[in-house]
Nanobody
Framework: QVQLVESGGGLVQAGGSLRLSCVAS????????MGWFRQAPGKEREFVLG????????YYPGSTKGRFTISSDTAKNTVYLQMNSLKPEDTAVYYC?????????????????WGQGTQVTVSS
């Protein structure tokens, strides 16, 4: 059974940092794209960052570039999301996801597997 388990969320003041982790299990993720998404109340799920499972190519949309970075540690079956200079508008539930194709990497429908999410709250 495939599982993606996120951790590391919490409450932080604006300007602070958090590191989210996603531990993947249940299959081989070689060749997969690992993505982080977020969803704020009343809003659609939004792509944050993506990375090839083995590292290397990463996918950065404009809104988080320069503040957020993504990395992977295949020995630990873990993908990380380092978030710096956090803003109140970064408040959301953050989800880890896995996709076997790089087509439309920013679209939630591309991803076959999802974690349960971890809450990030940034206070002003």
């Amino acid at each position: 059974q495939v599982q993606l388990v996120e951790s590391g969320g919490g409450l932080v003041q604006a300007g602070g940092s958090l590191r989210l982790s996603c531990v993947a299990s249940g299959r081989t993720f070689s060749g997969y794209i690992m993505g982080w998404f977020r969803q704020a109340p009343g809003k659609e799920r939004e792509f944050v960052l993506g990375i090839n499972w083995g590292g290397g190519t990463t996918y950065y949309p404009g809104s988080t570039k320069g503040r957020f970075t993504i990395s992977s540690d295949t020995a630990k079956n873990t993908v990380y999301l380092q978030m710096n200079s956090l803003k109140p508008e970064d408040t959301a539930v953050y989800y880890c996801a896995a996709a076997s194709t790089i087509r439309r990497v920013t679209e939630p429908s591309t991803y076959e597997y999802w974690g349960q999410g971890t809450q990030v709250t940034v206070s002003s």
